[in-house]
């Protein structure tokens, strides 16, 4: 599977998410309790979606596109800036005037995100990558996908030598505390699983 298929099935699950988190709004028990299961799944999307953008995307950007750094530099600053909100929408509480703001910045800016890379990016990968380069990382992001961190960790570097090394315990203390709270199976279905 190609890089640019294997990050757009993530990006449709998120942008179905965020639909459904702009619908469910409500502060009865029932939207509160959906609301929070939206949110355990966008936390758990975004967290290994990022993380694997960070290990395998950018630097791909960086080393083929032209300007790739100004483009990679721009999107991670983007994802750092989400990774906070996330970890803001984690720490609730749901309905919460700090909750809602968070919610209300994360939306659009996640939107704003998606669309810069897919707009802005992905044409120049498609021009300057061939399609077997585009098959080998893709094939490298779906198997980091399975190890990939659930958690925002908006304080981690993104750098990916240290997202290989440091991402990879941090995500295994994710699965840990997935275990406990089953957290896990709030896992978005893709192509890869
Ligand atoms: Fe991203
Ligand atoms: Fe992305």
Same mark, same amino acid.
């Given at each position: ?16 998410? +965020?639909?459904? *988190?702009?619908?469910?709004?409500? +502060? ?13 799944? *966008? ?16 630097? *791909? &950007? ?7 750094? &100004? ?31 968070? =919610? ?20 120049? +990968? ?13 094939? %490298? ?5 399975? =190890? ?6 908006? %304080? ?16 295994? *203390? ?20």
């Amino acid at each position: 599977m190609d890089v640019l298929t294997v990050l757009l099935a993530d990006h449709n699950v998120v942008l179905r998410i +965020l639909r459904s *988190l702009e619908r469910g709004r409500g +502060l009865g028990e029932t939207e509160q309790s959906a609301q929070a299961e939206l949110v355990t799944s *966008l936390v758990v999307a975004e967290s290994g979606h990022e993380a694997v953008e960070e290990q395998y995307f950018w630097p *791909l &950007v960086r080393k083929m596109v032209p300007d790739g750094d &100004v483009l990679a530099d721009h999107a991670i600053d983007q994802e750092k800036a989400g990774k906070y909100l996330l970890q803001r929408l984690e720490n609730g509480p749901i309905g919460s005037p700090e909750f809602e703001e968070a =919610l209300a910045t994360f939306i659009p800016a996640a939107r704003e995100h998606i669309n810069f890379e897919q707009t802005r990016v992905w044409p120049l +990968l498609r021009e300057f990558c061939s399609t077997q380069q585009l098959e080998a990382v893709g094939e %490298k992001m779906v198997a980091a996908k399975r =190890l990939a961190p659930t958690r925002p960790h908006p %304080k981690a570097p993104a750098h990916p030598a240290v997202q290989k090394a440091g991402g990879m315990t941090v995500a295994v *203390l994710d699965r840990v505390r997935d275990l406990v709270t089953v957290r896990r199976n709030r896992q978005p279905s893709g192509p890869w699983i």
